[in-house]
């Protein structure tokens, strides 16, 4: 997607303090991105929300005042320098690479002024992702606040605005990391092995929107297969009576883009009570090896005038569970109705200059390019949340996404002396190991529950019109699992479109559709049963520090230790491999390997972190990956 320029000219004022000094934090090494940011270019300048895509907009992004006090102050203390949003303040390209504790606030400052094509708009105020408490002011009033680390969130700011001239916005942050109920995935506040730094503030775009008082507020399309149609689900705001909502689906492409949405309209409906159900003809699916998408336009109708009107895309595809014509029956998954086996890497999704937040587009766009190149047909998210750009880019390319849930705990005891009492009684359950039997539920208060359930909600409401995703994981390894079966429950409830991983290597449940479990360094099955679809959620993790490319020279590691060359590698790589396709003549329908990249002390990447160098030959390793895809079928 080429980057989308706004229709008028770009309102000056709203840079403001976009300039001024700034230089990265630290001398831990960086991604060949990390040279583009700079105080005079505005970082990820890109359009953030590429399903539904206005022309309107304006980019809030690139240096804000920031202050760092007590948790409990109301008002943001004298400015201690300046910070480039939307990068955490622990990450280098943020300028600043200082930590915020519990007991800590984070503050932001800038101020911006409205284009006078946006007189008599309602204007939006639009978050990417905070993490994780977020209380926002416009003009010295507090507009709403929002908690959750990996959800987009929006304010209606229009009658906090002043009628002209410069306007105030302050935005307040506290994250308590580790050392709360809150989901916060590897994030750590001792930082080492597995965990990495945390996180903290606004680490995805912030921008505004002018929008009419009637207007969309949003849609999600799901596409049936047997039935050839599309149904389209619109909510929205203002609507007078007769206003008429329109629907219409576009012939679209692979690599089709709703910022140049196709002319030719292949069916239109009016929408009826919020929802419109379109039949689409001679319907063209999407695959890895076919990454089909259509176009959406959305448009609301006042006495055949359009007020309002949205460009998106879509998908037609559907993920399933069949029987294999074994003498066994072994459930597999299925991609628009055949078999497929399903192999990638665990993504971490980390930067060693921006910690959560890619340096560009491109740096976003280039680890999923590498992983399609080196024959995978399917990412695992691990623990993590992407920003919109990240799925947008796995529907163009055609990577299938295993989506987890940011964790609420882990068993790590060596974490345990930075966490408050009851967040060590919180989550020191007993893991079972891939084991239906051994393990034990995290005892936590309701407030976590409902937390949990808050959160994992408005991830996969932000995310389920994403049609590269096809399994969504609750859990991981035991870390804050509780009542397993009713969370599945909830999940299918919010979306029964996609498979459900109940605890990809965790406690066993019989509930969900998969069977996962973990074994490293090499491939193994530990549990099977024929009732699930049986993957190996996890192995591999073969070790290899490259020199000159290291986040930390000391405490390096990979799972059964390190290999001196890219020779080792790639031979141990081929022998798990061929160990790996016996499993699947046996029943095993996915794997996923450890992983896309070097993550802070972690050396087990196929990818250094800095992404300078891939471990591997790349040809050699893509025709091992799609042999093993291909011997499922044998």
Request: charged share 20%; with cysteine; hydrophobic share 40%.
């Amino acid at each position: 997607m080429k980057k989308f320029l706004v229709s008028f000219a770009f309102i000056a004022a709203a840079l403001f303090p976009a300039f001024g000094q700034w230089s990265p934090a630290g001398d831990n090494i960086r991604t060949p991105w990390a040279s583009e940011i700079s105080p005079d270019a505005m970082p990820l300048e890109e359009y953030p929300r590429p399903q539904m895509v206005r022309a309107q907009w304006a980019n809030l992004n690139g240096l804000w005042n920031y202050a760092i006090c007590d948790s409990s102050a109301e008002v943001m203390p004298a400015s201690q320098g300046r910070i480039m949003v939307p990068f955490a303040i622990e990450s280098s390209l943020s300028g600043v690479g200082k930590w915020v504790s519990k007991d800590q606030a984070l503050w932001y400052e800038r101020k911006f002024t409205l284009a006078r094509a946006w007189k008599g708009c309602d204007v939006l105020l639009h978050f990417g992702a905070v993490d994780w408490h977020t209380e926002v002011y416009v003009n010295d009033v507090l507009v709403g606040e929002h908690k959750g680390g990996y959800d987009p969130f929006s304010f209606d700011i229009t009658p906090y605005l002043r009628k002209s001239g410069a306007q105030s916005l302050k935005v307040k942050v506290t994250d308590a990391t580790d050392n709360s109920f809150q989901p916060r995935g590897k994030q750590c506040l001792i930082n080492r092995g597995i965990w990495y730094t945390p996180v903290t503030g606004i680490w995805q775009t912030v921008w505004l929107e002018p929008v009419p008082k009637t207007r969309i507020d949003s849609f999600c399309a799901q596409g049936d297969l047997a039935s050839s149609s599309l149904t389209v689900d619109v909510s929205t705001k203002g609507l007078a009576e007769g206003d008429v909502v329109k629907v219409s689906l576009l012939e679209g492409g692979e690599g089709y883009s709703a910022e140049k949405p196709g002319s030719q309209v292949l069916a239109q409906v009016e929408a009826s009570d919020g929802k419109a159900v379109l039949q689409v003809p001679d319907v063209k699916t999407w695959s890895p090896d076919s990454p089909y998408l259509y176009g959406l336009r959305l448009t609301v109708e006042r006495k055949g005038k359009v007020i309002d009107s949205v460009d998106g895309y879509t998908a037609m595809r559907s993920i399933s569970v069949i029987k294999d014509s074994s003498p066994n029956k072994y459930r597999r998954m299925a991609l628009n109705g055949e078999g497929i086996f399903m192999f990638g890497p665990l993504d971490q999704g980390w930067w060693p200059d921006g910690l959560y937040t890619a340096p560009t587009d491109e740096a976003l766009k280039f680890d999923i390019v590498k992983t399609k190149e080196m024959g995978y047909n399917m990412i695992r998210k691990h623990i993590k949340v992407e920003p919109a750009r990240w799925y947008y880019w796995c529907d163009v390319l055609g990577m299938m996404v295993w989506q987890d849930m940011p964790c609420i705990g882990d068993h790590d005891r060596k974490q345990m002396p930075a966490r408050d009492p009851e967040v060590v009684a919180g989550v020191s359950n007993i893991w079972g190991r891939d084991s239906f039997t051994g393990g034990t539920d995290c005892v936590i208060p309701q407030e976590w529950k409902d937390n949990y359930y808050a959160e994992w909600t408005a991830i996969i409401n932000s995310l389920k019109c994403f049609q590269s995703i096809v399994v969504w994981v609750p859990f991981n390894e035991a870390w804050g699992q509780f009542d397993t079966e009713a969370v599945v429950d909830y999940t299918r409830g919010l979306d029964s479109t996609r498979l459900i991983n109940a605890a990809s290597g965790g406690n066993l449940h019989f509930c969900g559709d998969i069977l996962d479990v973990h074994h490293y360094p090499c491939p193994a099955m530990n549990a099977f049963d024929r009732k699930f679809v049986n993957v190996l959620g996890e192995y591999g993790g073969i070790g290899y520090p490259v020199e000159g490319h290291l986040w930390q020279i000391e405490d390096k590691w990979g799972y059964g230790g390190v290999k001196k060359s890219f020779e080792e590698v790639l031979t141990q790589y081929a022998d798990f491999a061929d160990m790996l396709k016996v499993f699947v003549q046996t029943g095993c329908a996915a794997a996923v390997y450890t992983q896309t990249t070097d993550v802070e002390g972690e050396v087990n990447g196929l990818i250094t972190y800095d992404r300078e160098v891939v471990k591997v030959d790349e040809a050699k390793i893509a025709e091992i990956n799609r042999s093993v895809i291909a011997s499922m079928a044998k």
